[in-house]
């Protein structure tokens, strides 16, 4: 059984930054594409950020375009673990974040495959 634990959420201010932490057990974590997703009130969820391992220190990462620059996504196999780093948050970026992981081999980028697992998700809440 996989499961996915998220934690780092909290109320923070215009231009302060968070890093969300989402841990997996189940599963082999180093085969999974992990995503983070979002969900603010009355909106639909929507793609964040997300990484695929290659091997090594080789990963291919994706972002929603409002994120580039903004956020990093990052993950240690070791750990079984997947972080994303939000600096210069603002008001728009209030929202539930989900982590998710996928189970989609190939090449296809993080934004494009579906994924299987899902975490309960942690509020982010930026004031103005």
């Known amino acids: 059984q996989v499961q996915l634990v998220e934690s780092g959420g909290g109320l923070v201010q215009a231009g302060d930054s968070l890093r969300l932490s989402c841990a997996v057990s189940?599963?082999?974590?180093?085969?999974?594409?992990m995503g983070w997703f979002r969900q603010a009130p009355g909106k639909e969820r929507e793609f964040v950020a997300g990484?695929?391992?290659?091997?090594?220190?080789?990963?291919?990462?994706d972002y929603l375009d409002s994120a580039k620059g903004r956020f990093t996504i990052s993950r240690d196999n070791a750990k079984r673990t997947v972080y994303l780093q939000m600096n210069s948050l603002k008001p728009e970026d209030t929202a539930v974040y989900y982590c998710?992981?996928?189970?989609?081999?190939?090449?296809?980028?993080?934004?494009?495959?579906?994924?299987?697992?899902w975490g309960q998700g942690t509020q982010v809440t930026v004031s103005s």
């Open positions: 189940g599963g082999t974590f180093s085969r999974y594409v």
């Open positions: 998710a992981a996928s189970t989609s081999g190939g090449l296809r980028s993080p934004k494009s495959v579906s994924y299987d697992y």
């Open positions: 990484i695929r391992w290659f091997g090594g220190s080789t990963n291919y990462a």
